[in-house]
C-alpha cells in the first residue's frame, strides 16, 4: 500500500523535523507550477532560470512561514507569494540591453551633413549660435571673449531659440 501525503504532513515535516525528502518532494511537486508562471509572465529565455531559482527560495519562504490556521491552502498561499515576488523582480529588469553583437550595424554609412537650419541675420547671433548651442559655452564665458553684455547674449539666445520654434 502506498501512502501519499498532504503538503500540510509534508510541510509539518519540514518545519518540525528539517525533513529533507519531504523537502524534496515539495520541490518536485512545484517545479512545474514555478515554470508554469514564469511563462505567463512572459519572461526573457535568458532571465529565466533566474526567476526560477527566485521561485525555489520563495517556494522554502512559503514553506517555512505558512501557517494553516488562517484557512488558506498551501498552493494558494505559494502562489501569492511567489506572483508578488516575480512582479517585483520583472519590475525592476533593466528596460534596455546591450546587445553582445554588432553585426546589425557593420555596413552603416554614416553621412555628414553640414545645413543651417535658421537664418542667422547679426554676427552676434551666428557666435551665440556658435559658442552656446554647438560648443556649450556659458554666458559668462562668452561675455569674456566678445565685446557684448550678458543682457545682448541673453537676447541672441532667446531669438535664436524663437527661430527654432517658428520652424517647427
Do not use: C
Not at 488562517?70 to 505559494?78: A, C, L, Q, V
Request: a neutral charge.
Amino acid at each position: 500500500m502506498i501512502y501519499v501525503m498532504n503538503d500540510y504532513e509534508l510541510i509539518y515535516l519540514i518545519q518540525s523535523n528539517l525533513d529533507d525528502n519531504a523537502l524534496n518532494f515539495m520541490y518536485q511537486k512545484y517545479y512545474r507550477f514555478i515554470w508554469k508562471l514564469i511563462h505567463l509572465l512572459d519572461i526573457e529565455k535568458k532571465e529565466q532560470e533566474d526567476f526560477y531559482q527566485e521561485g525555489i527560495l520563495m517556494l522554502h519562504k512559503a514553506i517555512k512561514t505558512f501557517n494553516e490556521k488562517y484557512n488558506k491552502s498551501f498552493t494558494r498561499y505559494f502562489e501569492l507569494i511567489l506572483k508578488r515576488h516575480f512582479y517585483q523582480l520583472k519590475q525592476s529588469l533593466p528596460k534596455y540591453y546591450l546587445y553582445d553583437h554588432t553585426d546589425f550595424v557593420k555596413d552603416v554609412v554614416y553621412i555628414e551633413e553640414s545645413f543651417d537650419p535658421i537664418d542667422l541675420h547679426s554676427q552676434l547671433e551666428r557666435l551665440v549660435y556658435e559658442k552656446y548651442f554647438i560648443l556649450q559655452q556659458s554666458v559668462t564665458k562668452i561675455q569674456e571673449d566678445s565685446k557684448y553684455s550678458p543682457k545682448q547674449i541673453y537676447n541672441a539666445i532667446y531669438r535664436i531659440k524663437d527661430k527654432y520654434k517658428n520652424m517647427v
